[in-house]
């Protein structure tokens, strides 16, 4: 009988020689393994499990210039935790704060909930508003390659990575805009521990009485997560009146794809995409 075989390496160069060795065998990589744990039983018993949670090259936050990186091992609690994150990157806080326990968020990291490529994983919304790119590591070819994050995603729990390749950095351009707006709000079953039904993350930027421009992502309401680039046109240079905020609500809500599973119907999503927008909105006005 085959059995589980489990590989930890501590340096990228490690799980370049370790990959090497069964680029032929089915291979599962996994960073935090809060998800893993949950779908284990699903594991093949001839699965080769790579942990690279203990990848010190993978940990870290760092300021360079006007960029923010990221480790993609960073745990979500470091990320709570960093004043850079408090200080430049306050929607990222917001979205964490929601997600499970603290115990869980001591395990999982950043780079584990990308690359899960949930619809409902709760810093994608924040990191696809924020434009953010993603560094790859392949052990084939031992380069590096550079993606935005719109990219990585090309279905629920489907990523574009090439079979080996892992998500080692995440990295946040900080806009020079001062006074940035950011909204961060996700509905679930409870107030807390809870997948979310549906999100919204936003950032905006107002002059005078118009917003000069917004950027605006929806959760778990499509196969992945992606901007709603008509919903940001029709409200890009408008003072958010009732009627223009009754318009924004239909657009968004004809540029999501929801569907009805065990947590929601595809009505119900719709309905709080539309009421979602609008709490944003009023918000903005409010600030």
């Keep these: 009988m085959n059995s589980m075989q489990y590989y930890s390496p501590n340096t990228i160069n490690e799980y370049r020689k370790i990959y090497s060795g069964i680029a032929d065998k089915s291979i599962l990589i996994f960073s935090g393994g809060t998800d893993l744990m949950v779908g284990r ?3 093949s018993q001839d699965a080769v499990i790579i942990d690279i949670s203990g990848i010190a090259e993978l940990k870290g936050i760092v300021k360079k210039g006007d960029k923010i990186h990221i480790g993609s091992c960073t745990t979500l609690n470091e990320l709570l935790c960093s004043h850079k ?3 430049d990157i306050p929607i ?3 979205a964490i704060k929601t997600m499970a326990s603290e115990q869980i968020r001591n395990r999982a990291t950043i780079g584990g909930n990308i690359g899960n490529a949930s619809p409902a994983g709760d810093t994608i919304t924040p990191l696809v508003v924020l434009e953010t790119k993603i560094e790859i590591f392949s052990p084939e070819s ?3 390659r550079t993606i935005p994050i719109k990219t990585l995603f090309s279905g629920p729990s ?3 990575l090439e079979k080996g390749e892992i998500i080692i950095k995440i990295i946040i351009p ?3 805009d001062e006074d940035i707006f950011c909204y961060f709000r996700k509905i679930g079953q409870r107030n807390a521990m809870t997948i979310t039904k549906a999100s919204l993350s936003a950032i905006a930027k107002c002059s005078d009485t118009k917003i000069e421009w917004i950027k605006l992502a929806s959760g778990s309401v499509s196969p992945v997560v992606k901007r709603m680039s008509k919903t940001e046109e ?3 240079g408008k003072k958010l009146t009732p009627v223009v905020i009754n318009e924004a609500k239909e657009i968004i809500a004809k540029e999501i794809s929801p569907i009805t599973d065990i947590r929601s119907t595809k009505a119900f999503r719709v309905l709080i995409t539309k009421n979602l ?3 944003c909105l009023s918000a903005l006005i409010k600030r």
């Design 234 to 236: 029709f409200i890009k």
């Design 85 to 87: 994150i408090q200080n």
């Design 41 to 43: 039983h699903e594991l």
């Design 92 to 94: 990222l806080i917001k």
């Design 277 to 279: 927008l609008k709490d």
């Design 158 to 160: 489907a990523t574009t």
């Design 142 to 144: 031992n380069e590096v």
């Design 174 to 176: 900080l806009r020079k």
